[in-house]
């Protein structure tokens, strides 16, 4: 899925295979961040996305789109929520 963070930064892809969750910049294809997965679970529309070290990403659909928001663990990235665009 590709990401919008916010405003004049790179378009970010998230992928979800093997157990990871990778989070990787579109114009390099540079892996930004690396998460293991403990667990995946889903939760009426939500899917919570729980890693080895505790962090916590939740992937959901509302009225305003498709959103992925880490809502546990330090706020190592550049933003807690991003809109999924495609």
């Known amino acids: 899925a590709i ?3 916010v405003k004049d930064t790179p378009a970010l892809a998230i992928i979800i ?3 990871e969750l990778l989070i990787s910049d579109c114009s390099n294809n540079a892996i930004i ?3 293991e997965l ?3 679970e889903e939760r ?3 899917t919570i996305l729980t890693t080895a070290g505790g962090d916590e990403f939740v992937l959901e659909t509302t009225a305003d789109g ?3 928001t880490k809502t546990k663990g330090k706020p ?3 933003f807690d ?3 999924i665009i495609r």
């Open 3 to 5: 990401l919008e963070a």
């Open 17 to 19: 295979r093997n157990r």
């Open 33 to 35: 961040d690396r998460y």
């Open 38 to 40: 403990s667990n995946v």
């Open 44 to 46: 009426e529309s939500k």
């Open 66 to 68: 498709r959103f992925l």
């Open 76 to 78: 190592n990235l550049p």
């Open 81 to 83: 929520k991003m809109r």
